[in-house]
């Protein structure tokens, strides 16, 4: 079978949401010695990796991406992978929050701790230093994806890219809350109550006026960019990939407890989806319908996850 075909295979396979049988042909895609090729397999690999534990591997192959795509002459294509490797590089600056919020876990609670160890506050320096280089790195790329989408009248990748900037709002929006909630275990715990999470009233007292301004800017783009994908791809006529913006979206308003919003862009989704028989979309769609009727039950403990009620 000849690399084209075996591309082709991938792809039904990938529809037909057999994602384990997939992978094996496009890893030896990735290996290929034509560029065209290559770069069909990183874009779709891209879309199928675990981001959580295969973060390092993805942004190696984003990487060999932006360089095949760039020698190919392909600039929206690699706009689109730049604005992932943000993406994957914000996965990173999660990891690192997530330290430094367990070296100061005492420090919450116990006003006169700062670090038990010398070593402790050597690593949360270097931390600092290593964070204060990757916000800069994401931002910087940010600001030159939004450049290339404003210059291109591709509207695939422009809707491409508009959803790699809404994912990147939305996973701040997400590490944000945890880098700038303040408060010990009891405060942490109380807003981990369902209704106050329901009604967004943990707000006015688990962050300050400044960094709670911070956090309405990340919900508020990352919808924005959502909503921009969707034009996009509407204006295009990307069926395909209209619905799993909607599907996005509908994800993003369960998240921030916006379930009507939610069913409404669900629906939208799904409609598409069994049009087109899209087995893969069809159950991740399923998966979120359950999760916004069981939404007052099985809650999500973020401050147990986060270790925020220790010690």
């Given at each position: 079978?000849?690399?084209?075909d075996?591309?082709?295979?991938?792809?039904r396979?990938?529809?037909?949401?057999?994602?384990?049988?997939?992978t094996?042909?496009?890893?030896?895609?990735?290996s290929?010695?034509?560029?065209?090729?290559?770069l069909?397999?990183?874009?779709?690999?891209i879309?199928?990796?675990?981001?959580?534990?295969?973060?390092d591997?993805?942004?190696?192959?984003?990487?060999a991406?932006?360089?095949?795509?760039?020698?190919?002459?392909?600039t929206?294509?690699?706009?689109?992978?730049?604005?992932?490797?943000?993406?994957?590089?914000?996965?990173?600056?999660?990891?690192?929050?997530?330290?430094?919020?367990?070296?100061l876990l005492?420090?919450y609670?116990?006003?006169?701790?700062?670090f038990?160890?010398?070593?402790?506050k050597?690593?949360?320096?270097?931390?600092?230093?290593?964070?204060?280089?990757?916000?800069?790195?994401?931002t910087?790329?940010?600001?030159?994806?939004?450049?290339?989408?404003?210059?291109?009248?591709n509207?695939?990748?422009?809707g491409h890219?508009?959803?790699?900037?809404?994912d990147?709002?939305?996973?701040k929006?997400?590490?944000?809350?945890?880098?700038f909630?303040?408060g010990?275990?009891?405060?942490?715990?109380?807003?981990?109550?369902h209704?106050?999470?329901?009604?967004?009233?943990?707000?006015?007292?688990?962050?300050?006026?400044?960094?709670?301004?911070?956090?309405?800017?990340?919900?508020?783009?990352?919808?924005?960019f959502y909503?921009?994908?969707?034009?996009?791809f509407?204006?295009g006529k990307?069926?395909?990939?209209?619905?799993?913006a909607?599907?996005?979206l509908?994800?993003?308003?369960?998240?921030?407890?916006?379930?009507?919003r939610?069913?409404?862009?669900?629906?939208?989704?799904?409609?598409i989806a069994?049009?087109?028989?899209?087995?893969?979309?069809?159950?991740?769609i399923l998966l979120l319908?359950?999760?916004?009727?069981?939404?007052n039950?099985?809650?999500r403990?973020?401050?147990e996850?986060?270790?925020?009620?220790?010690?």
């Amino acid at each position: 079978m000849s690399e084209s075909d075996n591309l082709k295979e991938a792809r039904r396979l990938i529809a037909a949401n057999k994602i384990d049988e997939a992978t094996p042909l496009l890893w030896r895609l990735y290996s290929s010695t034509n560029s065209a090729i290559q770069l069909d397999a990183i874009l779709i690999l891209i879309g199928i990796l675990n981001a959580v534990t295969q973060n390092d591997k993805l942004l190696e192959i984003v990487d060999a991406g932006i360089t095949t795509a760039e020698s190919m002459g392909k600039t929206d294509i690699r706009g689109f992978l730049l604005a992932r490797k943000s993406i994957f590089l914000r996965s990173q600056l999660e990891l690192l929050i997530y330290r430094q919020k367990n070296l100061l876990l005492s420090a919450y609670v116990f006003r006169w701790i700062n670090f038990s160890t010398e070593r402790e506050k050597k690593e949360y320096e270097a931390i600092s230093k290593k964070r204060e280089e990757l916000e800069k790195e994401i931002t910087e790329l940010q600001n030159t994806v939004l450049e290339l989408a404003r210059s291109s009248t591709n509207n695939y990748f422009k809707g491409h890219i508009y959803t790699a900037i809404a994912d990147l709002y939305s996973s701040k929006l997400f590490h944000d809350q945890v880098d700038f909630i303040r408060g010990g275990r009891m405060r942490n715990m109380i807003g981990n109550i369902h209704f106050i999470k329901r009604w967004k009233l943990g707000k006015w007292f688990l962050y300050r006026s400044k960094d709670r301004k911070t956090i309405m800017i990340d919900q508020r783009e990352s919808i924005r960019f959502y909503k921009l994908a969707i034009s996009e791809f509407k204006t295009g006529k990307y069926i395909t990939e209209l619905a799993q913006a909607h599907y996005n979206l509908a994800a993003k308003f369960k998240i921030t407890y916006c379930f009507k919003r939610s069913k409404k862009y669900l629906g939208l989704a799904e409609r598409i989806a069994m049009k087109n028989n899209d087995q893969r979309l069809l159950s991740q769609i399923l998966l979120l319908r359950k999760g916004i009727a069981d939404k007052n039950r099985n809650i999500r403990n973020y401050v147990e996850e986060m270790g925020l009620d220790l010690p």
